[in-house]
């Protein structure tokens, strides 16, 4: 069986130089402006007028051309058999084993902000006013005998760009289904679920956490292949169908969820509790799509 294309996901934003230059062309112009009625009312020669005016404005559009001729930054996720590569193609490009990605799921809203992609932001790879893909990746160094311990990426991706959709169908493909059922704590009967609230060490309320994101992340891990396959989504009016009730509280319990989640532990143990309440209302509303033929 040959091995299939690599493909390539490009999502290009504008840089410090961008701005600056559309600040600086966005200013002459203002003085332009300005000149023209501050000197007309003091009467100043018409052809000085003229000048300063013209001046400010060729420079405005000069500076304006500059700004567009420098090269943008772009964030890369590509994806192959193998292999999974994805940065800053003006910082760092990382190589990752398919083998090692856990799960994929879309972010659930757009990015409020360009971050830096550098330091500590190096795995936040997210562009201000686009949506982004959140992969789990298992780190090669955790010692044989512990847990597994993942990082988590967000990866800027252009919707509407067909080779971002063909990415996110072949991520989705590549990562073990998993499915999980978990009672949810509005259930009148069967077992209490521990709450983050209740836990009796800083420790064990940080065990419930964590146990939340990961719950979290294999409902969104659940819900990805509807989102990204486009045909597998008209054939589900029950997931998709935003008229639909059931649909459209999924939709406010998933914001929600994502608007609570922190990347670590929080300090406060009440929003901590929250984010747990808000994983358990989402999963009962995911399994309310599943479910639920009719409303």
Same mark, same amino acid.
């Given at each position: 069986?040959?091995?299939?294309?690599?493909?390539?996901?490009?999502?290009?934003y504008?840089?410090?130089?961008?701005?600056?230059?559309a600040?600086?062309?966005?200013?002459?112009?203002?003085?332009g402006?300005?000149?023209?009625?501050?000197?007309?009312?003091?009467?100043? =020669? %018409?052809?000085?007028v003229?000048?300063?005016?013209?001046?400010?404005?060729?420079?405005?559009?000069?500076?304006?051309?500059v700004?567009?001729?420098? %090269?943008r930054?772009?964030?890369?996720?590509?994806?192959?058999?193998?292999?999974?590569?994805?940065?800053?193609?003006?910082?760092?490009?990382?190589?990752?084993?398919?083998?090692?990605?856990?799960?994929?799921?879309?972010?659930?809203?757009?990015?409020t902000?360009?971050s830096?992609?550098?330091?500590?932001?190096? /795995? /936040?790879?997210?562009?201000?006013?686009?949506?982004?893909?959140?992969?789990?990746?298992?780190?090669? =160094?955790?010692?044989?005998?512990?847990?597994?311990?993942?990082?988590?990426?967000?990866?800027?991706?252009?919707?509407?760009?067909?080779?971002?959709?063909?990415?996110?169908?072949?991520?989705?493909?590549?990562?073990?289904?998993?499915?999980?059922?978990?009672?949810?704590?509005?259930?009148? %009967?069967?077992?209490?679920?521990?709450?983050?609230?209740?836990?009796?060490t800083?420790?064990?309320?940080?065990?419930?956490?964590?146990?939340?994101?990961?719950?979290?992340?294999?409902?969104?891990?659940?819900?990805?292949?509807?989102?990204?396959?486009?045909?597998? +989504?008209?054939?589900?009016?029950?997931?998709?169908?935003?008229? /639909?009730?059931a649909?459209?509280?999924?939709?406010?319990?998933? =914001?929600?969820?994502? +608007?609570?989640?922190?990347?670590?532990f929080?300090?406060?143990?009440?929003?901590?509790?929250?984010?747990? /309440?808000?994983?358990f209302?989402?999963?009962?509303?995911?399994?309310?799509?599943?479910?639920?033929?009719?409303?």
């Amino acid at each position: 069986m040959s091995a299939s294309i690599p493909v390539t996901a490009r999502t290009e934003y504008l840089g410090v130089g961008h701005r600056v230059a559309a600040a600086v062309a966005v200013a002459l112009l203002a003085v332009g402006l300005g000149a023209l009625v501050i000197l007309r009312a003091l009467r100043v =020669d %018409s052809s000085l007028v003229v000048g300063v005016v013209a001046g400010a404005v060729v420079g405005s559009i000069a500076v304006a051309a500059v700004g567009r001729q420098l %090269s943008r930054g772009a964030v890369i996720l590509t994806v192959d058999d193998e292999w999974i590569y994805l940065g800053n193609e003006d910082v760092t490009i990382e190589e990752i084993a398919v083998a090692r990605l856990r799960s994929v799921a879309p972010g659930g809203a757009v990015a409020t902000s360009t971050s830096s992609m550098r330091g500590s932001s190096a /795995r /936040r790879l997210t562009v201000k006013g686009c949506g982004y893909l959140q992969l789990e990746v298992a780190r090669l =160094d955790t010692a044989p005998d512990a847990d597994e311990v993942v990082d988590r990426w967000q990866v800027a991706v252009m919707g509407s760009d067909p080779a971002a959709q063909e990415v996110a169908a072949r991520l989705v493909a590549l990562v073990p289904r998993r499915h999980i059922v978990v009672d949810t704590p509005t259930a009148a %009967s069967g077992p209490r679920i521990a709450r983050v609230a209740d836990a009796g060490t800083d420790d064990a309320a940080e065990r419930l956490w964590e146990a939340a994101t990961r719950m979290h992340d294999a409902v969104m891990s659940e819900y990805a292949p509807y989102e990204l396959d486009t045909d597998l +989504a008209l054939r589900s009016p029950t997931v998709t169908d935003v008229t /639909r009730p059931a649909v459209a509280r999924f939709q406010e319990a998933m =914001d929600a969820a994502e +608007a609570l989640r922190t990347d670590r532990f929080p300090d406060d143990r009440d929003y901590a509790d929250r984010y747990q /309440r808000s994983v358990f209302a989402l999963r009962e509303a995911w399994q309310r799509c599943l479910t639920d033929t009719a409303d």
